[in-house]
């Protein structure tokens, strides 16, 4: 049986499909680009190698897992602070309100303008002259 075992082998060398195959499969990779055999490369790689395998699934579900963590973060963090920007702006609402309204600024030297500055916790000038 050795000698069966052995002439498969070398009539397996001989064959015509494989070698037209193989011809066909080089063609094709020198006429890909760059990225393309780079690409083909990595994707070899991690196809034929089974440790290469479980690297690159471990890559991907880290690298999923700090998108998914460092986006919920930012939304907690940016919804916190626009619902303590809310809260900031309804208990200042009848203040702005009478802003709107054109009522002398709720009765703070000034007028409007004063009233806005110190609401925004910044000093105003009398503009009126009047104290």
Known sequence: ??????????????????EFQGQQKEQKRKQMTFADKAMYSVGSLVYQSPAARLLAFAYIVIMHLLVFGSLTHTTHRTSAHMMDHHELLLQHRHD????????GGVGL?????????????????NFTGVD
């Open 109 to 125: 030297p000034g007028g409007a303008a004063a009233a806005a500055a110190r609401l925004a916790g910044g000093q105003s000038s």
């Open 1 to 18: 049986d050795v000698v069966g075992k052995y002439s498969q082998l070398y009539d397996e060398t001989f064959n015509p499909f494989k």
């Open 96 to 103: 702005l309100t009478g802003l709107m309204h054109h009522d």
